[in-house]
C-alpha cells in the first residue's frame, strides 16, 4: 500500500474536467490498481466514477490523502498525485 498526501492546485478545485483526465490515467494506465481519496473533512471515494470523485468538493488549497493498491504502486501513486497537483487550465492560455 502507497500514501501520498497531495494539495489541490487547481483554481477552480477538482471538477469535471480535470476529474476526466484523472479517471481516464487510472482507466487507461493503472487498471489492476485500487485508488481511495480521502479528504480533510474525512469523506473518502475510490477512484472509480467520476461522479464519487465530484462528490468530494475538493477545493483550491485542500489536502487530500490518497492511498494506493496493486502491481505499480509506487508509480501509479506518484503520477495520479501529480495528476491530482496539477494547476490545470481549460482551455490552455497562450
Do not use: W, Y
Not at 33 to 38: A, G
Not at 70 to 76: D, S
Amino acid at each position: 500500500m502507497e500514501k501520498r498526501t497531495v494539495t489541490i492546485r487547481n483554481r477552480a478545485g477538482i471538477h469535471c474536467r480535470p476529474s476526466s483526465v484523472i479517471l481516464n490515467t487510472v482507466n487507461a494506465e493503472f487498471s489492476g490498481h485500487e485508488f481511495v481519496l480521502t479528504s480533510q473533512r474525512g469523506e473518502s471515494c475510490e477512484l472509480n466514477s467520476i461522479m464519487g470523485l465530484l462528490a468530494l468538493c475538493l477545493a483550491c488549497g485542500e489536502s487530500v490523502e490518497l492511498t494506493v493498491e496493486g502491481p505499480n504502486e509506487v508509480q501509479a501513486a506518484d503520477k495520479i498525485a501529480e495528476l491530482l497537483a496539477t494547476e490545470f487550465d481549460f482551455p490552455p492560455q497562450k
